[in-house]
């Protein structure tokens, strides 16, 4: 199983927004250029978010995104809903019509509750908590030393 590129990218860039926008909006080339993202691939994924009513967009001069919510209102499944939707691992949980045997299928509760589990994880992590992780991961990064 694999994360898509939409929701990786997209946590990445929201991420760098809520450690940046301190300083003001935040430019959509400096976000290409600190998380490796293309900028092309990067406005289509801004303007997802934006239209989430997740982000702001600022024009001109002194332009560019922040949060439209403070960090530890916006969840990680607030962003993956925004660019992909529900975290449902298989096509039958949501449209049963897909597979013949839906009702008769021992997985398929063991891939709703599977899907459920997730979304719940997703729910309960906050942009704020991933920030908070990354200030602790670079105080103990400074914190080493290396010979």
Known sequence: ???????????????DIAENENRGSVLVRSIAQRQAISKKYLDNLLVSLK??????SVRGAK????????????TVA??????????????CIVDPSVCPRVNTCPTNEFWREMSEALHHFMEKTTL????????????????????
């Open 78 to 91: 607030d962003i993956a809903m925004a660019l992909e939707g529900p975290p449902n691992l298989i096509d």
């Open 128 to 147: 704020d908590d991933l920030v908070q992780r990354g200030a602790e991961k670079q105080n103990k990064a400074v914190g080493m030393y290396y010979l």
């Open 63 to 74: 332009g560019g995104y922040s949060l439209a919510k403070p960090a530890p209102k916006i």
């Open 1 to 15: 199983m694999k994360v898509s590129t939409k929701i990786r990218y997209g946590l990445r860039a929201m991420l």
């Open 51 to 56: 239209n989430a009513g997740l982000l702001r």
